[in-house]
């Protein structure tokens, strides 16, 4: 007996209606993006490991997807390196290629390699799959689609305001109005750090400060003494963990926190001039708010760091995040090339807008008219009508078999088409088409030299 098929945990297939809904996303933020300025760019779905590793930090790291070398794969393993069993060296000799993590990092390397074929400054928009050996959980998975904007080659805060409206455009869009864009700088994280006396410990101290939301302040504490941030510094910084209040509030506090610290005080302007500005000029439906405690732990951050929470009432991780980055570039020898940019989790708001039933009722409507065959002559006839119909853009059928009627209607009803059409004998005779409307159960008569009077009735 042949074995059950199965996939790959962390992976899934999509069903017509699901493939139909996330397009469905797609086309809105695609929609926007080109609104926006941005213009596309797709890369490879691979990468030579040595431009993934090291880009994410050593957690980033665990989670990519190595992929082993062609044909014999150990030959270029010495006893000796293989008797260690040390990972690390091991897989450096048998992978020398990886599943893409993020767009971002390919981005870069883009940039670089198409350096004096971009004009500057440079927006794309990419929307591809990414894969992260992750332990999948509702919401994460190990394959999912990353929709990204981002901006090359410029250090405005402008870009900051932009993308800011472009979360805001999108999820207005998508019917999500009550989401919230939180707002941080790396600047002002590493002027706490530096104002608590864990200067060194930055990456360590942001790298749990941004699990806070999951483990909590007795979590990333025990975390952040594990990994040598001394117990008064984390006492100092404390505080901060529950910091509320208004943007203006919120702002005023920082100020005071870090005027002692040169990048903290440049990280509070930064923060200053895009929430002031944001405001200026309004938001359609969403909420911008400083969290203070927002990290996001991809190391290459600089700048300006963004993360958009799934409503109020949803359990949901982030929805989208982003942030500025100082020089990407410069990893892979393209110095001074600032960018920042943001990206959405099309997952995670496919499952928003599922629990919140969100999709338009229409979107399922793959079928709007199916004619039911009774027979060759009748099946050419209706063969005929739905040439027409799909010649004036209407997703039309013939059933392909001339079944019994009942099985067909419940076709019909099973893909939730509106209109069944009726071609039998006596109609063919008549010259004439009947359309029941699924609906509402009446039908109506049509000619078949006026296919055009039902077209208009649709």
């Known amino acids: 007996m042949a074995q059950k098929p199965s ?11 699901e493939v139909v809904k996330r397009n469905y996303i797609f086309d809105v933020v695609k929609k926007h993006f080109q609104t926006f300025g941005f213009q596309p760019i797709e890369t490879p779905s691979f990468e030579n490991s040595q431009t993934l590793m090291g880009k994410y930090g050593d957690e980033g790291d665990r989670l990519i997807f190595k992929i082993l070398n062609s044909g014999d794969y150990l030959s270029k393993v010495s006893d000796e390196t293989y008797t260690q069993k040390n990972s690390t060296s091991l897989t450096s000799k048998i992978s020398e290629k990886a599943l893409r993590y993020d767009l971002t990092v390919p981005f870069a390397r883009y940039v670089v390699m ?29 394959e999912f689609f990353q929709c990204d904007a981002d901006v090359v080659g410029s250090d405005s805060l402008l870009q900051e305001i932009e ?15 009550v ?30 400060l941004d699990k806070l939301d999951k483990i909590g302040v007795d979590g990333i504490t025990k975390e952040m003494l594990e990994k040598g941030i001394s117990e008064e510094a984390i006492e100092k910084a404390t505080p901060l963990f529950s910091l509320s209040g208004t943007n203006t509030e919120q702002l005023q506090v920082l100020a005071e926190l870090l005027k002692d610290s040169d990048e903290g005080k440049k990280g509070v ?42 409503p109020a009432g949803v359990k949901m991780g982030s929805i989208g995040g982003g942030g500025r980055y100082d020089d990407l570039t410069g990893i892979f020898g393209l110095k001074d090339v600032s960018g920042v940019g943001i990206s959405f989790g ?3 708001i496919y499952l928003v807008l599922e629990e919140l039933n969100l ?49 067909q209607m419940k076709y019909a009803n099973k893909r939730n088409v509106p209109y069944v059409v009726i071609i039998g004998e006596q109609e063919l005779t008549d010259g004439n088409f009947v359309v029941k409307n699924m609906e509402k159960g009446d039908q109506e008569t049509y000619k078949l030299s006026n296919v055009s009077e039902f077209i208009a009735a649709l």
């Open 7 to 17: 996939i790959p945990k962390g992976t899934r297939d999509f069903s017509p209606s």
């Open 114 to 142: 198409h350096q004096n074929e971009i004009d500057f400054p440079f927006k794309r928009y990419q929307i591809q799959p990414v894969w992260r050996a992750d332990r999948p959980q509702k919401g994460r998975f190990r």
């Open 163 to 177: 993308l800011v409206q472009l979360y805001d455009a999108v999820f207005t869009d998508l019917k999500l109005t």
């Open 179 to 208: 989401t919230t864009i939180k707002l941080n700088n790396r600047k002002i994280l590493a002027g706490i750090a530096e104002v608590i006396g864990a200067k060194e410990r930055l990456i360590d101290f942001t790298v749990a």
């Open 269 to 310: 302007e930064e923060l200053t001039f895009i929430i002031e500005a944001v405001e200026k000029l309004g938001l359609q439906s969403a909420n911008l708010t400083i969290d203070v405690t927002l990290a996001r732990g991809l190391n290459y951050y600089t700048g300006a760091i963004f993360e958009v929470g799934a």
């Open 346 to 348: 099309l997952d995670r």
């Open 359 to 407: 999709f338009p009722e229409e979107i399922d409507k793959s079928l709007e008219v199916l004619c039911v065959n009774f027979g060759d002559k009748e099946a050419f006839a209706a063969l005929q009508l739905v040439t027409n119909l799909r010649k004036n853009g209407i997703k039309a059928d013939v059933y392909p078999s001339s079944v019994k009627m009942q099985k």
